[in-house]
Each structure stands twice: as structure tokens, then as C-alpha cells.
């Protein structure tokens, strides 16, 4: 008995093996792109190892330590921008301090209001907070507003007096529930462009974060001060613009951490910057300033208990 085939299952046309070869490589491509993707968000997103949680769970065995909660976004997160909370660690004694790593990524003022019940239960020594850089991001423009209020989960979009009321809120419910000596750090800027708009934003904040400051009686530290005496003193004049989009410089920087190894002084050489990473984050000459500073609090309030 003689078999017909079909010739064109047998024999596909060039044009039929040319699409199959196409969609493989598209899928492939798609994998590839979402799996960098999800490596990378994972890698980001990552809780510190030191985190309040993990503080709680392990209370007992620094049961004779002096607790240190740095409560902030990501610039305190350590993941996206190098890590200050780890330097103080390594300037105080370990023997007879821990520290707590309580930043969130991408987190504004109200944001941490919503969880510092979990802050308060770790009964801290100390407490600093550095946050308020998405807050001033998020007045820039209706399109960072509405990004906020979505990604966030906000009530509202984010103002300057917004911002004021959250920030004295903070300081209202750590002084009435703890016994925590309280420090306020004013903002890094965004950007290294001293008169732009989005450095004025943070110059603007951070008169915010001094007036709470004195009002509530908890101690300022002058972060974005410093940082700017160290920018006028070198004369710097940065190869990017917040004008020109912080978003894709923000995104890169995240890509080439994870994915390529780049170390985050890396990143900010590449960029021209000479404090920060992106517009938003710190290199580790800006973490050691925050650590600096954080350093000195701790050391003189633990000198007056």
C-alpha cells in the first residue's frame, strides 16, 4: 500500500520556518526581559536582613544593648542606595548598641505613620528618621503626584503642609508611646543642581523637617546642609538635569547594580554626580555623611541618659 505525506508538513516553505523561528525568538526575548525584571524587583524589594520584624522575633538576644531604629524610604533601605545604616553599625560599638533598619522603598511620610506601631514595639533607644524625599518628589509635577497617590496607596497627593502634619505626627507618637531620644535628618537633595527647582524642593522640605523639629523639641540634623557645603566647596557642576528625566537614570542605576555588579560609586561617577546615584539615592561618600551625622547624635544623646 503506498503512504501519501503531505508535501507542506513534510516540506515547510522557507516563509512558514522564518515566522516559526521569529516567534521562538520573541518569546524567548520575553522571558528573558521578565526574568531580569522579576530578579531585579526581587533584589529591591528585599527587606533588610536587620529589619524591625527580624528585631522582634530576636528581642532576647539584645536584651543588653542600647536599640537604634533608623526609620526612613530607600535611601535608608539600603538596596537601592548604599547602605548608611549598616556604616553606623560599624562606628559604634556592637557590643553595646543594635541597629534596626526600618526603611521601605518608595515610602512618603504617611506611609511610615501607618506602620510605626511595629517601630514602637521594638521599645528603641533611639530613633532617627530620614524621610521625606518622596514627599518632595511627588510636588514636582501632577504626573509624580498621581504616580504617588497610586503606587502608595495615598489619601490624597502629596503637599508640603501634607507632608508637615504626618511628619509632627510621627514625632507626637514616638514621644508619647517611647522613650526614645528622636532625631530629624534633613533631606539629601534631588539632584546635584543647587538652584534648579528640584533641589530647591528639598531646601524647602528640610526647613519643614527643622521647624518640626524645634517645635517638637527632638534634635535636627543638618544632612542636606552639609551635603550642599560639600557641593559648593568642590564647585560641582552635574552632567544631568532633573528637567531632563529622573526616571530612566533611577532604572538603569538599578539595572546595572543588580544585573551588571556596579557598585553604586560606580553608578554616580557614571552619572557625574558626586553624592548621589540617580537624583534620588546616595553613593557612599552621601552615606557616610547620614552615618556621620547619626554617629555624633547617638554618641552625644548616650552621653546625657
Known amino acids: 500500500m503506498r503512504i501519501i505525506t503531505n508535501p507542506l508538513k513534510d516540506h515547510e516553505i522557507p516563509e512558514a520556518i522564518m515566522i516559526k523561528n521569529v516567534i521562538i525568538t520573541v518569546v524567548i526575548l520575553i522571558v528573558v526581559i521578565v526574568g531580569i525584571y522579576v530578579y531585579g524587583y526581587y533584589h529591591a524589594q528585599k527587606m533588610p536582613d536587620n529589619n524591625p520584624n527580624w528585631f522582634l522575633q530576636n528581642r532576647e538576644s539584645f536584651s543588653d544593648k542600647k536599640t537604634v531604629v533608623c526609620i526612613g524610604d530607600s535611601i535608608t533601605h539600603g538596596r537601592v542606595s548604599a547602605n548608611y545604616v549598616d556604616i553606623v553599625a560599624g562606628k559604634l560599638d556592637s557590643k553595646r548598641y543594635v541597629l534596626v533598619n526600618a526603611g521601605i522603598n518608595s ?18 533607644d533611639f530613633v532617627t528618621i530620614l524621610i521625606g524625599t518622596n514627599d518632595a518628589n511627588g510636588t514636582m509635577s501632577e504626573k509624580n503626584a498621581a504616580r504617588a497617590v497610586k503606587e502608595m496607596k495615598l489619601p490624597q497627593k502629596p503637599t508640603a503642609e501634607w507632608y508637615r ?48 523639629s524645634q517645635a517638637e523639641g527632638v534634635t535636627y540634623l543638618p544632612l542636606n546642609e552639609r551635603i550642599t557645603e560639600y557641593l559648593k566647596a568642590e564647585n560641582h557642576v552635574p552632567a544631568l538635569t532633573y528637567k531632563k528625566g529622573f526616571l530612566g537614570v533611577m532604572y538603569k542605576g538599578i539595572f546595572f547594580h543588580f544585573l551588571l555588579g556596579r557598585s553604586f560609586d560606580e553608578i554616580s561617577e557614571s552619572n557625574g554626580f558626586l553624592i548621589v546615584t540617580d537624583f534620588l539615592h546616595l553613593n557612599n561618600r552621601g552615606a557616610e555623611m547620614v552615618a556621620e551625622l547619626i554617629e555624633g547624635f547617638v554618641r552625644g544623646a548616650a552621653a546625657t541618659r
Do not use: H, M
Not at 515610602?107 to 528603641?124: D, S
Not at 507618637?173 to 537633595?189: C, D, F, Q, R, V
Open 165 to 212: 502634619q504626618n511628619l509632627v505626627a510621627l514625632c507626637k507618637k514616638l514621644k508619647a508611646e517611647t522613650e526614645a531620644k528622636i532625631a530629624l535628618l534633613s533631606l539629601p537633595p534631588i539632584g546635584e543642581e543647587i538652584n534648579s527647582e528640584a533641589y530647591e524642593r528639598t531646601v524647602k522640605f528640610s526647613k519643614i523637617i527643622r521647624e518640626v
Open 107 to 124: 515610602e512618603l511620610a504617611y506611609n511610615v505613620l501607618q506602620r510605626l506601631e511595629e517601630i514602637i514595639k521594638c521599645k528603641p
